[in-house]
């Protein structure tokens, strides 16, 4: 069964930047359409990229213009690179695919703060 990897996450200063990583081993990956996701404290988990199996790619209206998702399906590996961090991007973020297909991994841990 495929249980997403996620890593990358950490503390960084407003405006920083970071890259996750997601590794999902045991699917045909480049057949996929990956997302990423956050869930902040007492918050319900949101949808923050999508990238289509196609090459298209889709950010929600909160971090447009300051993230990119990125895919290597050659490494079944899942990228999201942050710019221009804000303490509002705090959350763990995880990856799936956009119908919800894997169970949930670990998520990796942002953390935006001075």
């Known amino acids: 069964q495929v249980k997403p990897v996620e890593s990358g996450g950490g503390l960084v200063h407003p405006g920083g930047s970071l890259r996750l990583s997601c590794v999902a081993s045991?699917?045909?990956?480049?057949?996929?359409?990956m997302a990423w996701y956050r869930q902040a404290p007492g918050q319900e988990r949101e949808w923050v990229a999508i990238?289509?199996?196609?090459?298209?790619?889709f950010y929600s209206d909160s971090v447009q213009g300051r993230f990119a998702i990125s895919r290597d399906n050659d490494k079944n590996t899942l990228y999201l690179h942050m710019d221009n961090l804000k303490s509002e991007d705090t959350a763990a973020y995880y990856c799936?695919?956009?119908?919800?297909?894997?169970?949930w991994g670990q998520g990796t841990q942002v953390t935006v703060s001075s």
């Open positions: 799936n695919t956009k119908e919800y297909t894997f169970p």
């Open positions: 990238s289509m199996n196609y090459g298209e790619t």
């Open positions: 045991g699917t045909i990956f480049r057949f996929e359409n």
